[in-house]
Each structure stands twice: as C-alpha cells, then as structure tokens.
C-alpha cells in the first residue's frame, strides 16, 4: 500500500491537541487521570482549593519545568531545541484549559458515557504521544524526557516510556496521600493504573499503525534547528 505524506509539523499541531482533548475527556470520565498527568492534576487540585487562579493547564507547564530541569541534570547536558519544548508545554497548557472549559460544559455523564469518554481520552492521548515522536519539533516535557532518555539508555522507547508512566503513577499516589490524607486517591484509580500499565503499548502500536500508512516529511526547512548535531550527522 502506498504511503501518503503526513508532514511533520502538523503532526505536532494535532498531537498537542489531542493530547489535550484526550486528557480533558479523561477528566470529565473521573476514573482516574493518566499516569503522565496525573501528578499535575494532583497539584492542581490541592492549589486550585487554595487559590482560585490556579489551572489543571497552568501546573502542567509548572510541573514540565521542572521536569526539564531534571531531564538536564540526568543527561548532563542543555540544548537550545528543550527550551522550545516548554513553549509547547504553555501551548498544550492553554489548548488544555480550553478543552477542561468545553468538557465541563455537560452534566455529568451516567457510567456508561463515562466509560466511553475514558476509552476515548485514552485513545487520544496515546495518539497525540505518538505523533509528537514524529515530529522534529521538541514535544512536552513529559513526551522529550522519554524520547531523550530511551536514546540516552538506549532502551526501546515504548518500554522507557512504560516505566517512565509507572513512576509517574506512584509520584500521583503520594502526592494524594499527602495532600488528602492517606487512603484517598484523588485523581489516581484504577484507570490510571490501567494506563500505566498499557500505555505505552498502545502508544507503540499505533506508531506502527501510523508508519505503515504515513511517510513524516517536513514541510519547513526548519529540522536543523532543533536536531542534535548527532542526529545530523546520522
């Protein structure tokens, strides 16, 4: 079957929202964030309780910062192309508060809708994470710490990306027991563990899905800017 062209710089536009629609229908679903998100909603339910300004949007690239920062001190090193990477968490933090307004609109959904809306946010989201890998364009915080850190091991992205969500699964959990009190699992459920646990396959499987039917081209000059001079010169 022949491919068609799927230009990379729209696969970033597409991943940052779905991303974002994914996780607001998350939300809206209430069984539990995924794993990735779920220390930042943790925050941003204690916070917004204390002060009304505070968004889901707003300690999702709060949180990236810091996990930049972190990402620098393991690898070592700092390039230009992970600053770009906290713009595109402000981006996806803004596209995200926009979603959490529309999906919050309706009332709330009997069980059956709200399993639906889970399966779908987590669909989405696992599709925008696999775009984002296709991409020149220096994804979230979150999406860069596992394609940097699979590199840096030289460990199978969709396994990296595996433990990367388990670890992120019980940083929600302690977060929760310390904010609400041990026991109280604010934001993480069993929909959260369900998504650490298959996650990352899922985000491997429709990569496999997506390079089957799609050739990633650029469609602007721009992939020198943002690639390691490793990766030129490969």
Same mark, same amino acid.
């Given at each position: 079957?022949?491919?068609?062209?799927?230009?990379t710089?729209?696969?970033?536009?597409?991943g940052?929202f779905f991303?974002?629609?994914?996780?607001?229908?998350?939300e809206?679903a209430?069984f539990g964030? %995924?794993?990735?998100? #779920?220390?930042?909603?943790?925050? /941003? =339910?204690?916070?917004?309780?204390?002060?009304? !300004? @505070?968004?889901f +949007?707003?300690?999702?690239y709060?949180?990236?910062a810091?996990?930049?920062?972190?990402?620098?001190l393991?690898?070592r090193r700092?390039?230009?192309?992970?600053?770009?990477s906290?713009?595109?968490?402000?981006?996806?933090?803004f596209?995200?508060?926009?979603?959490?307004l529309?999906a919050?609109?309706?009332s709330?959904?009997g069980?059956?809708?709200r399993?639906?809306?889970?399966?779908?946010?987590?669909?989405?989201? %696992?599709?925008?994470v #696999?775009?984002?890998?296709?991409t /020149? =364009?220096?994804p979230e915080?979150?999406e860069? !710490? @596992?394609?940097? +850190?699979?590199?840096?091991?030289?460990?199978?992205?969709?396994?990296?990306?595996?433990g990367?969500?388990?670890?992120?699964?019980?940083l929600?959990?302690?977060?929760?027991?310390?904010?609400?009190?041990?026991?109280?699992?604010e934001?993480?459920r069993?929909?959260t563990?369900?998504c650490?646990?298959?996650?990352?396959?899922?985000?491997?499987?429709?990569?496999?899905?997506?390079d089957?039917r799609?050739?990633?081209?650029?469609a602007?000059?721009?992939r020198?800017?943002?690639?390691?001079?490793e990766a030129?010169?490969?």
């Open positions: 079957m022949k491919q068609k062209t799927f230009y710089e729209l696969a970033y536009a597409l940052i991303i974002a629609f994914g996780t607001a229908l998350m809206k209430d964030m %995924s794993m990735v998100v #779920a220390p930042a909603y943790v925050l /941003y =339910l204690k916070l917004s309780s204390l002060w009304d !300004f @505070v968004t +949007g707003m300690m999702e709060t949180l990236q810091v996990i930049l920062l972190l990402m620098v393991m690898l700092f390039r230009l192309c992970y600053l770009f906290f713009v595109t968490a402000v981006i996806y933090g596209i995200l508060d926009g979603c959490m529309l919050g609109l309706p709330a959904p069980t059956v809708l399993i639906a809306l889970f399966l779908f946010g987590a669909v989405f989201c %696992s599709l925008g #696999a775009l984002m890998f296709r /020149y =364009l220096a915080a979150y860069l !710490f @596992v394609k940097e +850190g699979a590199g840096y091991f030289r460990v199978e992205i969709s396994r990296f990306k595996t990367y969500d388990c670890v992120s699964c019980l929600a959990i302690l977060l929760s027991f310390l904010f609400f009190g041990f026991g109280v699992f934001g993480v069993l929909g563990v369900l650490a646990l298959f996650n990352g396959r899922l985000i491997g499987l429709i990569g496999k899905v997506l089957s799609f050739a990633f081209q650029d602007l000059p721009l020198p800017l943002f690639e390691t001079k030129q010169a490969e």
